[in-house]
T-cell receptor
Framework: AQSVTQPDIHITVSEGASLELRCNYS??????LFWYVQSPGQGLQLLLK??????LVQGIKGFEAEFKRSQSSFNLRKPSVHWSDAAEYFC??????????????FGTGTRLQVTL | ETGVTQSPTHLIKTRGQQVTLRCSSQ?????VSWYQQALGQGPQFIFQ???????GRGNFPPRFSGLQFPNYSSELNVNALELDDSALYLC???????????FGSGTRLTVV
């Protein structure tokens, strides 16, 4: 069964500083990987996704992530954080099963706080 | 293009009652999934519907059931509500049984 680990529960960075959120996954085949962001009381917004090909993926809002198969990681990065980036970030792995069904397995999330 | 809309946004129910949550998929999407997100946790997969049939279920009891309609809208029904059912329920749709899900803003269910 697939699983996702986000080792950092809470991260605080200063506005303008760089950011890296860690994500490690466990999956037997080629994974489909996602990063979502969730503001308080809101649903999930897709930041970026990796299906295949180039291991460096560009997303919205200036975010990028790098897939490293050897490390089973898919870390999210941003060179300069803005105060509006404060939110909860979820890494997820997608898997097909039962022939046609698919599901996302999420990590427990990393709460990002941005100080001015 | 419309996104995924869910209703109601908030709901309070009493233990033992039944509840129905509704989801309108993004235009053209024929697959819908439901997720439960407890406070402080990541979303957990409940089930998925494709062409009006359930084709995948997570580790949730049968009192969680659903429907998908020909227009690809969907319902999540929960019977015999328990206090632990209090959570944010998220609906997600996609074009095919695959990836790139679009999530709605969720329904916050509180069971008292």
């Amino acid at each position: 069964a697939q699983s996702v680990t986000q080792p950092d529960i809470h991260i605080t960075v200063s506005e303008g500083a760089s950011l890296e959120l860690r994500c490690n996954y466990s999956y037997g085949a080629t994974p489909y990987l996602f990063w979502y962001v969730q503001s308080p009381g809101q649903g999930l917004q897709l930041l970026l996704k990796y299906f295949s090909g180039d291991t460096l993926v560009q997303g919205i809002k200036g975010f990028e992530a790098e897939f490293k198969r050897s490390q089973s990681s898919f870390n999210l990065r941003k060179p300069s954080v803005h105060w509006s980036d404060a939110a909860e970030y979820f890494c997820a792995v997608g898997a097909e099963y039962a022939g046609t069904a698919s599901k996302l397995t999420f990590g427990t999330g990393t709460r990002l706080q941005v100080t001015l | 293009e419309t996104g995924v809309t869910q209703s109601p946004t908030h709901l309070i129910k009493t233990r033992g009652q039944q509840v129905t949550l509704r989801c309108s998929s993004q235009s053209g999407h024929n697959t819908v999934s439901w997720y439960q997100q407890a406070l402080g946790q990541g979303p957990q997969f409940i089930f998925q519907y494709y062409r009006e049939e359930e084709n995948g279920r997570g580790n949730f009891p049968p009192r969680f059931s659903g429907l998908q309609f020909p227009n690809y809208s969907s319902e999540l029904n929960v019977n015999a509500l328990e206090l632990d059912d209090s959570a944010l329920y998220l609906c997600a749709s996609s074009l095919v049984t695959g990836y790139g899900y679009t999530f709605g803003s969720g329904t916050r269910l509180t069971v008292v």
